[in-house]
T-cell receptor
Framework: NAGVTQTPKFQVLKTGQSMTLQCAQD?????MYWYRQDPGMGLRLIYY???????DKGEVPNGYNVSRLNKREFSLRLESAAPSQTSVYFC??????????FGPGTRLTVL | GQQVMQIPQYQHVQEGEDFTTYCNSS?????IQWYKQRPGGHPVFLIQ?????EVKKQKRLTFQFGEAKKNSSLHITATQTTDVGTYFC?????????FGTGTSLTVIP
């Protein structure tokens, strides 16, 4: 999806290391979301930002922080990674009423 | 917590057979969306439903929203190998989206 980009695509961390996942959009929409996807669990919302300068917790926020740097960018930070945070992370923007556009995802492994 | 339950978790069909996945809620929903995710890919929006009893079609795909707005279904007629993937429903509630656990569709040629 050219409208939503995520970096990096893959990452391997050791327990206790920190990292920031980046998400950027060129679609000029206000709402941005971070999800994690685990096998058999569907997508679960970590944090969201309804507009620039605001962020709110989703269903599974523990162990994460976010920053809405500007309208384009919404980053997700793991301060001290744990093996339970091994997952695929997706960023999404909301267009129209409820239509979400997802980025390509970041596949994170924590050893 | 989980707002929608999705069944079945897995479905294997012969190419040409039909396929249906269901999402059910214990509460009345104001909306529901459907997404498709190919293996190794990201979810792609298919459709949204907001009206009681609404039926929408996209080629071989038929989407329904129940009269009581507590359930929804996605039906694929005459599956093809290109239909392989996981189908998710999602609902928007109090500024958040809640996804079903998905139905993984395998199509056997």
């Amino acid at each position: 999806n050219a409208g939503v980009t995520q970096t990096p695509k893959f990452q391997v961390l050791k327990t206790g290391q920190s990292m920031t996942l980046q998400c950027a959009q060129d679609m000029n929409h206000n709402s941005m979301y971070w999800y994690r996807q685990d096998p058999g669990m569907g997508l679960r919302l970590i944090y969201y930002s309804a507009s620039e300068g605001t962020t709110d917790k989703g269903e599974v926020p523990n162990g994460y922080n976010v920053s809405r740097l500007n309208k384009r960018e919404f980053s997700l930070r793991l301060e001290s990674a744990a093996p339970s945070q091994t997952s695929v992370y997706f960023c999404a923007i909301v267009a129209g009423l409820y239509e979400q556009f997802f980025g390509p995802g970041t596949r994170l492994t924590v050893l | 917590g989980q707002q929608v339950m999705q069944i079945p978790q897995y479905q294997h069909v012969q190419e040409g057979e039909d396929f249906t996945t269901y999402c059910n809620s214990s509460t009345t929903l104001s909306n529901i969306q459907w997404y498709k995710q190919r293996p190794g890919g990201h979810p792609v929006f298919l459709i949204q439903l907001v009206k009681s009893g609404e039926v929408k079609k996209q080629k071989r795909l038929t989407f329904q929203f129940g009269e009581a707005k507590k359930n929804s279904s996605l039906h694929i007629t005459a599956t093809q190998t290109t239909d392989v993937g996981t189908y998710f429903c999602a609902v928007h509630l109090r500024n958040q989206f809640y996804f079903g656990t998905g139905t993984s569709l395998t199509v056997i040629p």
